[in-house]
């Protein structure tokens, strides 16, 4: 998932200067794990703007597992509020900068409604593990290495993202020159390859890395689910669950 801390109240609030209707917008997926743009957010953002003399004119609110990025979702919620959003002077997207994009897209081009638009959080890339302690897990880098790295990636867990070995900076404890706190990646590499029985893959030379697939913006184009559907999916898989 995208991790995401929120902007300093200051900043958002230097960005919204000379705005007074405000409407803001959260996100059911991401931003609600981060609490970032969960209802709580939500209000919490809401009272501190008012009292900073803004007028919140609508609080949309979106309910777990409904990503504002994921628009066949979220668009729903946006023609909802189309008259509170045709009259803002801004909107406050609590979210990563992914959904504040496609929301931006979907009001210019679908909704033609054309206003400013800002982002409350900071995105700080894809993280794992959780409830409550994240760490970075993958950079999103389009030719994932994983298969020969016993599953930790270099590029995220070693501080320098080295791809063939460690540094000469290692510790002889095993620990990163650059945090000694954490233990060196390629010696987690190592002990993985070790207990896997496949030692001999870190023996191996890679090529330099394809950062070509990296090339921005990337575009996927897949066959696109049937919501409904999926929504019935979900539905009956909480039901089993006594849910």
Known sequence: ??????????????????????????????????????PVAIDNMAEKLEKNGKEIIAKIKLPFGVFCCYLPMSS??????????SEADAILMMSCGDGTQAVRAYLDEEMSIVKPIFSANNALGF???GPANFIEKCMGCGDCILADTGGICPLTQCSKGLLNGPCGGTTPEGKCEVDPEKDCAWLQIYRRLEKIGELDKFLKIRE??????????????VEPI????????????LE????
Do not use: Y
């Open 1 to 38: 998932m995208m991790g995401q801390k929120q902007k300093p109240f200051e900043e958002i609030l230097e960005k919204l200067n000379g705005k007074k209707k405000i409407v803001l917008m959260g996100c059911g997926g991401c931003a609600t794990i981060f609490r970032t743009g969960d």
């Open 76 to 85: 729903q919620f946006l023609k909802m509020h189309e008259k509170e959003l």
């Open 127 to 129: 993280v794992g593990e």
């Open 208 to 221: 330099p890395k394809d950062w070509g697939q990296a090339t921005r913006p990337r575009r996927l184009s």
């Open 226 to 237: 049937d919501l409904m559907e999926k929504l019935k999916e979900l539905k009956a898989t």
């Open 240 to 243: 089993s669950m006594g849910v």
